[in-house]
């Protein structure tokens, strides 16, 4: 028999394909946007002829009228992944959560450790060959049609042929309903404020050529739209959303540099708007694979420069995220998280990301917490994150000590919650006990003056604020320096700085005491080479002022770079001029402080200078 033949002969009806289900079966639902609605009605039609009839599904976005309360005796829902439709019933026992990684899914299908008697899926038409594609819809799917029993497919015209390991032959598939209906679509919410600085500080960590994955949430999604100006990304993510379209269109991501599978975008499903599911309809750059090929962590790491993006609900102060609930509430679910951050784990420049907000809505609670919530599973361990990211900044875990991330994380909670954290983290002795945090209502850290600058050799550095996490960097930059650095900055031999004295370096108001850092690296990995600071409290006025550069960059123009930044800054701020301290002798400071403009000199004692400068002349004077 033709596959012709064999398509006629089973095309039915949607009544009469779910008829083949019967009482206590195990019935698989397609997913997400791909979910086949006509047969879902049609199943929920023979209600009352069906008792304990166990529907497993990947995720749901409709509002599922299975989980009903009516139809409690009817059916028992069983997600892999807690969606929006489905959280209320878990959340009050009415359905069941399955935690399980997602490439390790389809083996539960194949080993018939969850036997499927039944699943429904929706394809598009046949094509010349006799093949049916899965469209927009591949993730479990796949397993789940290659080891039901019986397979019901709804066959809608409306449904993309989409690229990769999409394709069913008619002979897989044992009733055809044909039914066109409009797929589904989710319509993104926009960011909110707390939203748009996240996604900010989020693409600061990207860089031009890395291979992205962008996990489920409005949040992470929005970072996309913060990446605008990065070149060659690249895709190896589980859904396709609909702000990747645009990136692909402008020529942000072209997956040039890609070492596996380059210029192909490997996905498993699609969540967006019609005009996306046009885009990837037989478009060869799209690669449509199973949950157990797109989430496999050792395919994930054949990417290099894998950066994994990632929501939690919570993430205490040792490192350890929570995600999947909300203390004994379930919320989502283990879904690709772990998967992804594991594979960007073993991917060479490979690096994790995971974002929240620092507090709930409204900002009573903290996301930032001493300790996990009771109840709330663990689902990335001590040493699994490497980037934590708030609205506040970022926090950079990977190989820190518990003292080094507290004290990061601390740094990116919720200001009005920052006191409560630092002595909860001081009593379980987390902390120095000794450990100073500058502690305000609100957020200080003038973000606005992160700056970039070009050495003379053509190096670059970043420009920013001093934080209180970069107390370690700044010991290590005192170490570094030659005996002379060290005496032409103090005036003296200072063999330490311990964490006493160099704590007092980094916890600023940004006002009457600032200092700027110039920093090589990326983002966590950073290290001080430079620092400018003024101190405002002389009599006269004017803010001392002092700069400090590694002995490997003295005369790359380092010295001048911060000065610059510096009295731009310190302008902003009020500040009426600068007054330094230096030797006669140390003709590179005062090659750099006579840059400002006309200066005085007063001698302090012999071969010692006290030297200002007035950003407007002198006080009552002109320039």
């Known amino acids: 028999m033709s596959w012709q033949e064999l398509y006629q002969a089973r095309l039915m009806d949607a009544a009469r394909a779910v008829k083949v289900v019967g009482r206590g079966q195990r019935v698989f639902v397609g997913s997400a946007c791909a979910e086949p609605r006509v047969l879902v009605a049609a ?50 026992a009415r359905a069941d959560y399955t935690p399980v990684f997602m490439h390790q899914i389809p083996a539960l299908f194949k080993t018939r450790q969850v036997e499927l008697d039944v699943a429904l899926i929706q394809v598009s038409p046949p094509d010349d060959h006799g093949f049916v594609s899965l469209g927009i819809g591949v993730d479990v799917s796949r397993a789940a049609a290659e080891n039901a029993r019986t397979v019901i497919a709804q066959v809608n015209r409306r449904m993309p042929r989409t690229m990769g390991n999409t394709f069913l032959h008619v002979r897989q598939i044992h009733a055809f309903v044909e039914a066109d209906e409009e797929l589904m679509e989710f319509p993104y919410p926009p960011l909110d404020e707390v939203g748009e600085r996240i996604a900010a500080n989020v693409a600061g960590l990207i860089q031009d050529g890395d291979t992205l994955h962008v996990g489920y949430g409005h949040i992470p999604y929005g970072v996309l739209g913060q990446l605008n100006d990065k070149r060659d990304l690249g895709l190896h993510t589980e859904v396709v959303s609909d702000a990747m379209i645009e990136l692909i269109e402008n020529g942000v991501i072209t997956g040039a540099q890609k070492k596996h599978l380059p210029g192909r975008v490997v996905c498993s499903f699609c969540i967006g708007a019609r005009a996306m599911y046009d885009y990837v309809d037989g478009n060869p750059n799209f690669l449509f694979l199973p949950s157990d090929q797109v989430y496999n962590p050792l395919e994930i790491a054949k990417n290099a420069n894998m950066v994994s993006i990632g929501s939690a609900l919570q993430v205490d102060l040792s490192g350890q995220v929570s995600s999947e609930a909300a203390g004994y509430h379930f919320y989502s679910g283990i879904g690709g998280r772990l998967d992804f951050m594991r594979g960007a784990a073993m991917s060479r420049g490979g690096r994790s990301v995971i974002v929240l907000p620092s507090t709930t809505k409204g900002g009573q609670t903290s996301r930032i917490v001493h300790h996990l919530a009771e109840g709330a599973g663990v689902i990335a361990t001590r040493g699994d994150v490497d980037y934590i990211v708030t609205e506040y900044g970022v926090a950079y875990l990977h190989g820190r000590s518990i003292r080094e991330r507290a004290l990061a994380l601390i740094n990116i ?57 970069d107390e370690v960097m700044i010991q290590d930059l005192f170490y570094s320096h030659s005996e002379e650095t060290v005496f032409n900055r103090y005036f003296r031999p200072v063999r330490a700085l311990p964490h006493v004295m160099a704590q007092d370096l980094v916890n600023l108001d940004y006002s009457q005491q600032m200092a700027l850092v110039a920093t090589t690296g990326p983002a966590g990995r950073e290290k001080i080479v430079g620092v400018g600071r003024y101190s405002l409290g002389d009599p006269s006025g004017l803010a001392e002022v002092a700069y400090t550069v590694h002995d490997q960059y003295q005369g790359s123009g380092l010295g001048t770079i911060l000065q610059e930044n510096l009295t731009a800054y310190a302008k902003r701020k009020g500040v009426a001029g600068f007054w330094a301290v230096s030797f006669g002798s140390n003709k590179a400071m005062l090659k750099v402080f006579g840059k400002l403009g006309p200066y005085s000199r007063t001698i302090i004692e012999p071969g010692v200078w006290r030297v200002e400068h007035w950003f407007a002349g002198e006080p009552g004077g002109g320039n």
Not at 66 to 89: E, K, L, V
Not at 453 to 462: K, M, P
């Open 43 to 92: 199943l929920m039609q023979r209600a009352d002829e069906l008792h304990d009839v166990q529907l497993l599904h990947f995720i749901t976005l409709d509002a599922a009228e299975f989980t009903d309360q009516r139809f409690d005796r009817r059916f028992r829902h069983n997600a892999f992944f807690i969606g929006p439709s489905t959280r209320q019933a878990v959340g009050s």
């Open 413 to 469: 909670a919720h200001p009005q919650h920052r006191a409560q954290l630092l002595a909860q983290a001081k009593a379980d002795a987390y902390l120095y006990p000794d450990q100073v945090l500058y502690i305000s209502d609100s957020d200080l850290y003038p973000a606005w003056a992160e700056a970039e600058a070009v050495l003379r050799d053509g190096s670059l550095v970043h420009i920013r604020p001093v934080k209180p996490t």
